[in-house]
């Protein structure tokens, strides 16, 4: 075993693995950036190393700064945890290349899963089933169109190959959609992976979110420990997941476990690892059909909901298998035991489209009790700063049933108090009351999507004194899994969270914190005006001063934290006003465009 190991993260898994490390006797090394001074994975790890300034390129993100740490500590092995460097093969190379272990799998599997296409065309030839569509890049609009046309149909899904976890992903329902589709595919694919390559998927209607984990060593042995659904995303940002999924059966599960362990064991596979995959499960159909999606060549966030259903521990596996050690158990003993829930604890205000709201944690009480997890990276005093994922816990709680985990869940909920800043504590309490997750119904098309965008981004919030709120109603709509939901939140006398109209699925609602029912201003559209609802910087204006527009078009995207935002009309009529142009600087609530009645 590893005398010593260098976390190359931040923030929750940064002190996630640096458990797994203590419990194995392994001495820790964290590394920071000069925002993260006073963070709790640097007080709670052996020893620590400066990288740099706050922002990743020259911290969290330079491998010459890692080595040099590295060296300095005399570390024997990198955790690299998710993000960053996790799923980088330069990153995993240069580490074998200097005798150093990488706690994850060879670099050939990270490059083999990275490219979207090679995977999907490895994948095939290993049996696997992939969405039907292209394993190879499609190079032009014109090309896309005749491989539609001949084979895959609409609507079609079109990625970037160097994409992953929604990034880069666009959906055309037609052909007059489908240039847009792949050029904002390939512009996103070119931004985020120096890669404007895509290719082209049927796109699935109403699929789950399925995964499956993998664990393989470096003896042939490759097993699963069942899957999780992640199916409740917004904007391809996971927000809750669980284990097992509510639509797998032990049948299911043996087929897709098999499937997943045959993917692994295609390219090489070691260490922690997660197949992705779309379940449709046809109603009342026979069999659901489950294709690959995607590889994650790392541990997970949601892995958390996998360790409270197996028992077993996938971090020090990790760390094991890594170390040259056979898997600790076998396939024949993962047993599944009960039903696992993780939310994900943002700093984003759901009443604002999610907006990232970062500042500092004034007051902070974690739940406890049966039951009960949470994997934070934060405490009383912490900074949330802008500069990195806007995650700050993860809430995972166990029960014996989907139900009671639930219920459990709402308890736990109740009992964090994270001051100082917006999280989205109150949305996870809102959804879990709903009867749609009582169903554990998913995402509807997510095609209609694109006309509820305005709603989304245009919450109707207004600031109120708080005096007034008391007999007033707020609402506003999240969406989530493609599903729009309409939250009322509603002052005394009855203090309770309405949603959906009047369908609270479990208990009698809670009730409201105070800061639940603080009001906010935001972007929006009022009469012909629509403003943004975020700062950043306009990447494509749609529309020309003049011409006529159809509500739910695109007026223009805007990209703010690294996300890029579509800006669709409010209503139809014709451009009036159009204040902004490719490369303008908004904030929030300046105006984007007018629009004035009339023929469109
Ligand atoms: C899809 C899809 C439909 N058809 N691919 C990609 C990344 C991940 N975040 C979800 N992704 C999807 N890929 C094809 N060909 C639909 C989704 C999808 C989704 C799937 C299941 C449950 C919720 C979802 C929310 C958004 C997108």
New binding site residues.
């Given amino acids: 075993m590893f005398s010593k190991v260098l976390i190359a993260n931040r923030g929750e898994i940064a002190v996630r693995v640096i458990r797994a490390c203590e419990e194995l006797g392994i001495a820790t090394v964290a590394v920071y950036s000069e925002l993260d001074r006073d963070a709790i994975h640097v007080k709670r790890a052996d020893e620590a190393y400066l990288l740099g300034p706050g922002p990743a390129p020259e911290s969290y993100l330079s491998i010459d700064k890692l080595l040099d740490a590295i060296e300095r500590s005399g570390a024997q092995a990198v955790h690299p945890g998710y993000g960053f460097l996790a799923e980088n093969a330069v990153f995993a190379s240069a580490l074998e290349e200097h005798g150093i272990t990488f706690i994850g799998p060879p670099s050939s599997a990270i490059e083999a899963m990275g490219s979207k296409t090679r995977a999907r065309e490895l994948m095939a030839e290993a049996g696997v089933p992939i969405?039907p569509?292209t394993t190879e890049p499609v190079s032009s609009v014109e090309e896309a169109q005749k491989l539609i046309e001949q084979t895959i149909g609409y609507p079609v899904?079109v990625k970037a190959a160097g994409g992953g976890?929604?990034k880069g992903?666009r959906v055309a329902t037609s052909e007059d959609k489908l240039k847009e589709a792949f050029e904002g595919a390939a512009r996103e694919g070119e931004k985020f992976f120096s890669d404007p390559t895509v290719y082209l998927?049927?796109?699935?209607p109403d699929?789950?979110?399925v995964e499956v984990q993998v664990l393989a060593d470096r003896h042939g042995n490759v097993i699963h420990l069942g899957e999780r659904d992640c199916?409740v995303?917004r904007r391809?940002q996971k927000l809750i997941e669980e284990a097992p999924a509510p639509a797998v059966d032990e049948e299911l599960r043996a087929r897709i476990g098999k499937i997943a362990t045959e993917a692994a064991a295609a390219v090489g596979y070691t260490g922690a690892g997660t197949i992705?995959g779309?379940l449709v499960t046809n109603e009342g159909a026979e069999a659901a059909e489950y294709f690959f999606?995607e590889m994650n060549t790392r541990v997970q966030v949601e892995h958390c909901v996998t360790e409270m259903v197996t028992g077993i521990d996938i971090v020090k596996e990790g760390i094991r298998v890594a170390a040259g050690q056979p898997l600790s158990i076998g396939q024949d003993q993962v047993v599944l035991r009960g039903h696992a829930i993780e939310c994900r604890i943002n700093a984003e205000d759901a009443s604002r489209n999610f907006v990232p709201a970062p500042g500092t944690i004034t007051s902070y009480r974690e739940p406890a009790g049966p039951g009960v997890r949470v994997d934070s990276g934060v405490g009383p005093g912490s900074e949330i700063t802008p500069m990195y994922d806007p995650m700050v816990a993860k809430l995972i709680v166990w029960d014996v049933d989907r139900q009671q985990a639930t219920s459990r869940m709402l308890r736990a909920l109740g009992e964090y108090e994270i001051g100082g800043l917006k999280t989205l504590l109150p949305f996870h309490e809102t959804f879990l009351q709903t009867r749609q997750w009582a169903d554990a119904e998913?995402?509807r098309d997510?095609i209609e999507d694109r006309a509820w965008l305005k709603q989304l981004a245009f919450p109707k919030a207004e600031p109120q004194p708080e005096e007034a709120a008391a007999t007033l109603e707020q609402s506003y709509t999240v969406e989530v899994?493609?599903k729009r939901f309409e939250v009322k939140v509603i002052g005394p006398p009855f203090e309770g969270l309405a949603v959906n109209g009047a369908t609270p699925a479990a208990a009698a609602p809670r009730p409201l914190r105070r800061s639940e029912r603080a009001r906010t201003a935001g972007g929006g559209a009022d009469g012909d005006t629509l403003s943004s609802p975020i700062q950043g910087t306009v990447l494509k204006v749609a529309v020309e001063q003049g011409a006529p527009v159809q509500e739910g078009a695109l007026i223009a995207v805007i990209e703010a934290m690294k996300m890029e935002n579509e800006i669709t009309a409010h209503k139809s009529g014709t451009v009036a006003e159009l204040p902004i142009a490719v490369g303008s600087s908004v904030a929030t609530g300046d105006t984007l465009v007018v629009i004035s009645d009339g023929a469109s």
């Fill in positions: 969405v569509g899904a976890g929604g992903f998927e049927r796109y699935l699929p789950r979110h199916s995303q391809h992705e779309l999606l998913t995402g997510l899994s493609g």
